[in-house]
């Protein structure tokens, strides 16, 4: 089975990192920066004001920066009967969707990660807040990754199901939201665990969510 997850995974990042519609990787790094660029000149000067709030805007810029790619990350392999393909393979739609679900977080996790050392340059934000705010999305862009792809699953196929899936996505990761921006206040780690487990719940959700969803448009 590994022997066919791998070119799989591979297959995925390169539709992630490399284009498409949505620019690959590279627009939901240039968004993410771009709001780090904006939010100073929408809230004045003040650095002391810029550092309390720094925190919680890198995370509002995660999440939108993570609903950028969702009209690519299941409906193109509906249309395209990719998934048709790999069921004759022996691959369920559970299996493919986890695997698109560390695809879509290699994609822009990791890369957000390092676009926050400038965006909190940026916006006044101190080493110790810096390394509070890396924790926190490591810990929550895998749930946002795992309810990107599930929300894109339920919306493949429908009219105007990006924004649809936008609009799902946005209420659904409060907690991940919460919780993280919550780990910038004083005890930070129950934060930080809090969000972690609100992602390990969306990961455990996200194939089976997901899967039965691809089914339902498959039928």
Do not use: C, N
Not at 23 to 43: H, N, Q, S
Not at 96 to 102: F, N, S, W
Not at 114 to 140: H, N, S
Request: hydrophobic share 60%; proline share 6%; net charge neutral.
């Amino acid at each position: 089975m590994s022997g066919r997850l791998l070119p799989l995974l591979k297959r995925d990042m390169a539709r992630l990192l490399l284009g498409g519609r949505g620019g690959g990787a590279v627009m939901p790094v240039l968004f993410f920066l771009t709001v780090a660029m904006l939010y100073p000149f929408a809230v004045g000067p003040d650095a002391r004001l810029l550092a309390r709030t720094g925190g919680g805007v890198i995370w509002i810029a995660a999440l939108l920066a993570a609903i950028l790619p969702l009209d690519r990350l299941v409906e193109p392999d509906i249309e395209g009967g990719q998934f048709d393909q790999w069921a004759l393979r022996g691959m369920s739609e559970e299996i493919v969707i986890a695997v698109r679900v560390l695809a879509h977080w290699l994609s822009f996790g990791p890369p957000l990660m390092l676009a926050a050392l400038p965006a909190a340059a940026l916006l006044g934000i101190d080493e110790p807040t810096l390394r509070t705010v890396e924790l926190g999305l490591l810990a929550g862009t895998p749930g946002l990754a795992a309810l990107g792809v599930t929300v894109a699953a339920l919306t493949a196929g429908l009219r105007g199901g990006a924004a649809l899936g936008g609009l799902l996505v946005i209420p659904l990761a409060v907690p991940v939201l919460i919780f993280g921006a919550g780990s910038l206040d004083s005890g930070g780690d129950s934060g930080l665990a809090l969000a972690a487990a609100a992602s390990l719940v969306l990961l455990a959700i996200a194939p089976f969510a997901g899967g039965a969803a691809v089914r339902s448009a498959r039928s």
